[in-house]
């Protein structure tokens, strides 16, 4: 008889100390785990024959700005470089699946859609403390009005590669910023453990105020 192997999650070690931050922080600061999604990693020119097909499945047009993303149903398509993207969906739509999107850039010079859902953990971090937080290990200005919702970048959080994007603030109860982060999952636990380090700031002071630190007051 073969054994079946328990499906695990990198962060599931780290999933209550993580939930416990908003306690902790008198509600100023929210770490989520999300469920892993369907990721494609899409290369494709954007002036191509193949952009019409590919926004068309989407529900929306490829983001070109540097450093945007927009939602696409249920998960969002980010801009990665000049002829990059991921697509993400929490569905797991076929519509965008990996097979569907191949298809369409199969025939296009330099076309490539390549499933990478495995490759990512993302956090959500939420609060009137979430852009505070971040900005311990993080060289960006994460100000709203330089990093506001629909802003994306690729860079170094806590000594980790991840990708930030900047959400609605509307979607936080608390009037707070909403900001995913994507990491690698080899990383996570590492991000993981920084965050809660740097966490112990608030967790010490839960009144803390953001508008003490003016440079990330909205």
């Keep these: ?11 599931d070690a780290h999933a209550t100390a993580l939930t416990g931050l908003a306690r902790d922080t008198d509600g100023g600061l929210s770490v989520e785990v999300l469920p892993t999604a369907q990721s494609v990693t899409l290369r494709l020119d954007p002036a191509g024959p193949a952009r019409a097909g590919v926004d068309a499945a989407l529900g929306t047009a490829l983001p070109t700005g540097a450093n945007t993303w927009v939602a696409a149903g249920d998960g969002e398509v980010v801009w990665l470089g000049p002829d990059e993207w991921l697509v993400t969906s929490r569905s797991g739509n076929a519509a965008v699946s990996e097979a569907a999107l191949r298809a369409l850039v199969a025939g296009e010079a330099g076309g490539a859609a390549v499933d990478t859902s495995a490759q990512r953990v993302v956090l959500r971090i939420g609060g009137r403390l979430a852009r505070e937080l971040l900005s311990f290990g993080c060289s960006l200005d994460l100000h709203p009005r330089s990093f506001p919702a629909g802003r994306s970048a690729q860079t170094l959080l806590g000594g980790a ?5 900047a959400r609605d603030a509307a979607a936080d109860a608390d009037g707070g910023a909403v900001l995913d982060v994507h990491v690698r999952s080899s990383f996570a636990g590492h991000l993981a453990d920084w965050l809660l380090d740097a966490a112990q700031e608030f967790r010490d002071d839960p009144a803390a105020d953001p508008a003490a630190s003016p440079a990330l007051a909205g």
Excluded: D, R
């Design 1 to 11: 008889m073969t054994a079946e192997l328990a499906t695990t999650h990198p962060l």
């Design 161 to 165: 590669g991840v990708l930030l994007l």
